[in-house]
């Protein structure tokens, strides 16, 4: 029996789920529909396909350690971990992920998929990847297409050819514009473009080589001169920077003679908006999907996301209400496709809130930023069991801590000691510093900072577990 081993890209942005999807943070790592993440949810409803392995994730540097502590959750090593040091679309992510899976001297098949879909009939998925396992096998580069549920013209299709299970791909086509969209549902035999494959990794690898030499040479060399660090392994930068951009579709699937696709109805979504999450959520008799602590009266086809606050809302129709710790969104439910140009605006101002949330995570746990005014900051730090800061110190800052649950190892300078529920301490500017949680349970504290200057990068780290 051939190897199964998928390939989960995690690399993208999801700035259109703005507010609650950031850079820092995108739509991948959020529960969007159910408990799991769609990251964990991808992996997940993997489970029982005949041959699979541990997964090959490539990510975004920056998301490394979420992408290693969800799929750790949901008991999952990834077999690798590969980091591009700047996104370049899908064709190379998944030529390095091929490179990775015949670097042992297997051959396996690959089965890449976004990170961020939700797909509600799991079995039914499994289904439909066993029924192309075969094709695959012989050679093909299969595609899953959608069944349309409507014209749909925020997707690109794929025009299949005549027979039934896997059959060859007329053409790929572009997204249409609604006439177009409807002439293909009623022509029949077009179906929406998931960006899911399956094909063997030797296959996708010489297919890249005949029709994008360029992408291939690049890609090779950035895995050659990958550096491994700790679970991860980070593609060389400067060959990869070099690497042309370009989807699988443009660079392999318009051009080869061994495309095939397989159509599946399984409750597919890309969940690209907010109006798609509407759309795919549990509603109420009025169309209403809420989540979060809302309180809606005389509202009809709403989507409300609360936070941490209460959520009123009265005689709405067709709105979207989004609700994080630093920005709310409300807009009409047609043109939330837009908030994309909200996200480039606030990007163009400088602000925040366009890729960072107040609660930033990191690979030893999490900080909220409470408050804030001039020359002072306060913050809510949540450290994992046996995790710990780098030694750090800061040149424009000095710092108070009080344990409010947990117990902290902390060094200051020279002094090593610990710290229990209510008791504090206060780290002087400049000096050498470190916290840590040698216990069992999470360790919560607050900090207040004070000082000339709270940035971020006032941080000159001298040891750090994490090489950061």
């Known amino acids: 029996m051939d190897t199964l081993t998928p390939v989960i890209l995690s690399g ?97 098949l690959l089965l890449v998929l976004p990170s961020d879909h939700v797909i509600a009939d799991a079995a039914g998925f499994r289904a439909a990847v066993q029924a192309a396992l075969p094709a695959a096998a012989a050679g093909r580069l299969v595609t899953f297409g959608i069944v349309p549920t409507g014209p749909e ?34 022509a029949g035999g077009y179906y929406w473009n998931a960006g899911m494959f399956l094909f063997r990794a030797s296959v996708y690898l010489d297919e890249l080589g005949r029709h994008a030499p360029e992408m291939l040479s690049a890609v090779q060399a950035a895995f050659e001169g990958a550096r491994r660090d700790a679970d991860f392994l980070r593609l060389a930068r400067e060959p990869f920077v070099a690497c042309p951009a370009n989807s699988i579709d443009y660079a392999v699937m318009e051009k080869t003679d061994r495309a095939a696709v397989l159509p599946m109805d399984v409750g597919w979504s ?78 163009a101002e400088g602000r925040p809130q366009a890729g960072i ?69 206060y780290i002087p500017l400049g000096s050498k510093h470190r916290l840590e949680n040698p216990g069992k349970v999470p360790l919560e504290l607050i900090e207040v900072q004070s000082g000339s200057y709270l940035g971020e990068d006032d941080i000159v780290r001298f040891e750090d577990v994490y090489g950061r």
């Open 12 to 108: 993208g942005s999801g700035t259109r789920l703005w507010p609650l999807s950031r850079e820092t943070h995108p739509k991948q790592f959020q529960p969007l529909v159910g408990e799991r993440s769609l990251l964990q949810a991808t992996w997940q409803r993997l489970e029982g396909l005949p041959g699979l392995s541990a997964p090959i994730v490539v990510a975004n540097e920056e998301h490394r350690f979420m992408v290693a502590e969800q799929l750790r959750q949901v008991g999952v090593t990834p077999s690798a971990l590969l980091l591009e040091p700047v996104g370049r679309n899908t064709a190379p992510a998944i030529a390095a992920a091929a490179l990775q899976a015949r670097a042992g001297g297997g051959d396996p």
């Open 270 to 347: 890309d969940v690209g908006s907010w109006s798609a999450l509407w759309a795919i959520a549990d509603q109420d008799g009025e169309g209403n999907a809420h989540h979060g602590d809302v309180v809606a009266m005389g509202c009809r086809n709403t989507l409300a996301w609360g936070g941490r606050r209460l959520v009123a809302m009265l005689g709405l129709e067709d709105v979207i209400v989004v609700d994080t710790d630093d920005a709310v969104l409300v807009a009409r439910r047609e043109r939330v496709q837009e908030v994309k140009d909200i996200v480039a605006r606030l990007k």
């Open 357 to 425: 949330h107040r609660k930033v995570y990191r690979p030893w746990g999490s900080y909220d930023s409470v408050d804030s005014g001039e020359r002072f900051q306060v913050k809510r730090i949540v450290v994992k069991p046996g995790a710990a800061l780098s030694l750090q110190m800061h040149h424009h800052r000095a710092e108070h801590w009080i344990v409010v649950s947990g117990t902290a190892r902390v060094t200051c300078d020279d002094k090593v000691f610990m710290l229990s529920e209510n008791q504090s301490t």
């Open 153 to 186: 013209t925020g997707y690109g299709y794929i025009q299949a050819g005549q027979g039934e299970g896997v059959r060859p791909v007329d053409r790929f086509v572009e997204k249409p514009d609604l006439d177009t969209a409807r002439a293909y549902l009623a």
